[in-house]
């Protein structure tokens, strides 16, 4: 089956870092996103791994562990405004599907002052 | 700028009536498009894969009959609710292109 983890609800005070993991297990795998999802609109990209290791862009940054199934997205100097759902999703080729992506159900991230 | 359009971006209709929702790719052609559905307080769920030219590919669990696909071009997938009950309001997101940075912006539909 498929299946990709991630926690409910986090909280974290402005300024600071938070980590939100992301655990997957999928009959293919052809690549791991990052999505930012405000109430009432459609997700926004983040970022994307394919291959093992962190990828940084700005305040976000995202790691991932093929061998371990694994992945966190890693958002420094915290806004108000980074209070959103927080989507991880795999890119899953099993089955002869094409570039299907498999989403997780999200973790919803209340920045504090 | 968007590169995927969907209309409309909310809809009311009555229970049992058919509604329509677009979706075009603004500046590419789209072979594969993918409609998803979206619960309140829950995860994006793929629904479909729209294929230009040919049938749609359903996930399991969604009925075709009742969610009918049509790519007739390269640029247009149309998302058809046929005779819409209440527990079919949801938030309705299309992409394209391999899409993952593709999106629509979305499509709120409400059934009374």
């Known amino acids: 089956g498929q299946n990709i983890d991630q926690p409910t609800e986090m909280t974290a005070t402005e300024g600071a870092i938070v980590q939100i993991n992301c655990t997957y297990q999928?009959?293919?795998?052809?690549?791991l996103f990052w999505y930012q999802q405000h109430a009432g609109e459609a997700p926004t990209f983040l970022s994307y791994?394919?291959?093992?290791g962190l990828e940084e862009k700005g305040r976000f940054s995202s790691f991932l562990s093929r061998s371990k199934g694994y992945s966190y997205l890693l958002l420094k100097e915290l806004q108000m405004k980074d209070s959103a759902s927080y989507l991880c999703?795999?890119?899953?080729?099993?089955?002869?599907?094409?570039?299907?992506?498999?989403f997780g159900t999200g973790t919803l991230l209340a920045v504090q002052p | 700028g968007a590169v995927v359009s969907q209309h409309p971006s909310w809809v009311i209709c009555k229970s049992g009536t058919s509604v329509k929702i677009e979706c075009r790719s603004l500046?590419?052609?789209?072979?594969?498009m993918f409609w998803y559905r979206q619960f309140p307080k829950q995860s994006l769920m793929l629904m479909a894969t729209?294929?230009?030219?040919?049938?749609?590919?359903?996930e399991q669990g969604v009925e075709k009959d009742k969610f009918l696909i049509n790519h007739a071009s390269l640029t247009l997938s149309t998302l058809t609710v046929t005779s819409a009950h209440p527990e079919d309001s949801s938030f309705y997101i299309c992409?394209?292109?391999?899409?993952?940075?593709?999106f629509g912006p979305g499509t709120r539909l409400t059934v009374t």
């Open positions: 500046d590419f052609q789209a072979t594969t």
């Open positions: 999928t009959s293919g795998f052809n690549g």
């Open positions: 791994n394919v291959l093992d």
């Open positions: 729209s294929n230009e030219g040919s049938k749609a590919t359903y």
């Open positions: 992409s394209a292109r391999g899409a993952e940075s593709d």
């Open positions: 999703a795999v890119r899953d080729l099993g089955g002869g599907a094409t570039n299907k992506l498999i």
